[in-house]
């Protein structure tokens, strides 16, 4: 074999590498709206707004109101995208999610503006109450055209940003895991502190998690779709996959196409020397 060609395809397989371990480091969110009408009684319609983690802090036309925690969800225009009666929002997840039909695995996660209601200084009621659940019509797709319908559902978890929080509104050290499915129910917060409230998080960083069925008759799912809503307005702040089940990117990255057009560039011309 040619030495320089040898010492290319090296290098191709070494680059190649080093992105594939970047892009399986980063969670499973959308990264492109395929599609959004807001529907009726929206103002927030900023679509963007869905796409990738949630922000850290909580801001709005009055300044910043801390850090994003159970307690404390995001309210504007630049963190959450509202869609009303009669609209829809389409998403395309970053990587496939593959789907297991073992029990209480846990797919796809939604983050709403959903927050506990504090009884003074982070503590949670006893028994815990929550504000914000909305409702809306499911959907998913491993093609971005045919669409699965998972029904009516209500999306009612509260979100956290930092696992670590030295208290209500304070940031802290380590990143809540966003692809790890939160589990709890508002029952699991009856009368628990600040602290303990982020202890029954396990690290997640919350929203509303759902078993996506095999029997649908998809294996693994790339697209998300919000529509159906009847009552108010749905606030999506964010969307996630389990990084357990993390698959394939939906769509080639372009630095993969480059290298992949780069090696296949070094051997043709080696083929016709």
Same mark, same amino acid.
């Given at each position: 074999?040619?030495?320089?060609?040898?010492?290319?395809?090296?290098?191709?397989?070494?680059?190649?590498?080093?992105?594939?371990?970047?892009?399986?480091?980063?969670?499973?969110?959308?990264?492109?709206?395929?599609?959004?009408?807001?529907?009726?009684?929206?103002? *927030?319609? %900023? =679509? !963007?707004?869905? @796409?990738? $983690?949630?922000?850290?802090?909580?801001?709005?036309?009055?300044?910043?109101? +801390?850090?994003?925690?159970?307690?404390?969800?995001?309210?504007?225009?630049?963190?959450?995208?509202?869609?009303?009666?009669?609209?829809?929002?389409?998403?395309?997840?970053?990587?496939?999610?593959? *789907?297991? %039909? =073992? !029990?209480?695995? @846990?797919? $796809?996660?939604?983050?709403?503006?959903?927050?506990?209601?504090?009884?003074? +200084?982070?503590?949670?009621?006893?028994?815990?109450?929550?504000?914000?659940?909305?409702?809306?019509?499911?959907?998913?797709?491993?093609?971005?055209?045919?669409?699965?319908?998972?029904?009516?559902?209500?999306?009612?978890?509260?979100?956290?940003?930092?696992?670590?929080?030295?208290?209500?509104?304070?940031?802290?050290?380590?990143?809540?895991?966003?692809?790890?499915?939160?589990?709890?129910?508002?029952?699991?917060?009856?009368?628990?502190?600040?602290?303990?409230?982020?202890?029954?998080?396990?690290?997640?960083?919350?929203?509303?998690?759902?078993?996506?069925?095999?029997?649908?008759?998809?294996?693994?799912?790339?697209?998300?779709?919000?529509?159906?809503?009847?009552?108010?307005?749905?606030?999506?702040?964010?969307?996630?996959?389990?990084?357990?089940?993390?698959?394939?990117?939906?769509?080639?990255?372009?630095?993969?196409?480059?290298?992949?057009?780069?090696?296949?560039?070094?051997?043709?011309?080696?083929?016709?020397?």
């Amino acid at each position: 074999m040619n030495p320089l060609r040898a010492l290319m395809l090296v290098l191709v397989s070494v680059i190649s590498l080093l992105f594939t371990e970047q892009v399986r480091s980063q969670v499973v969110t959308g990264i492109e709206v395929v599609s959004y009408s807001a529907g009726t009684g929206t103002s *927030l319609n %900023d =679509s !963007s707004a869905a @796409l990738g $983690l949630p922000s850290a802090t909580v801001d709005g036309p009055f300044g910043n109101f +801390g850090e994003l925690n159970p307690f404390n969800p995001h309210y504007s225009a630049d963190e959450i995208v509202q869609i009303g009666s009669g609209g829809e929002l389409t998403l395309r997840l970053t990587n496939y999610v593959t *789907l297991d %039909d =073992s !029990s209480g695995v @846990l797919e $796809l996660g939604v983050l709403e503006n959903v927050f506990l209601i504090d009884a003074g +200084g982070g503590t949670n009621n006893n028994p815990a109450s929550s504000f914000g659940a909305d409702s809306a019509v499911l959907e998913v797709s491993d093609d971005g055209v045919n669409f699965f319908s998972l029904g009516l559902q209500e999306f009612n978890q509260a979100g956290n940003y930092w696992s670590d929080s030295l208290g209500e509104g304070l940031a802290g050290t380590t990143v809540a895991d966003f692809g790890k499915p939160f589990e709890a129910a508002l029952g699991d917060f009856d009368g628990l502190s600040f602290s303990d409230t982020l202890a029954d998080f396990n690290g997640s960083g919350g929203g509303t998690w759902f078993d996506v069925p095999t029997s649908l008759g998809i294996t693994e799912i790339g697209w998300i779709r919000f529509s159906g809503v009847t009552t108010g307005t749905l606030e999506v702040d964010s969307v996630f996959g389990n990084s357990a089940l993390k698959g394939a990117a939906t769509i080639p990255e372009p630095s993969s196409l480059l290298l992949l057009l780069f090696g296949m560039s070094w051997l043709m011309l080696w083929k016709r020397k």
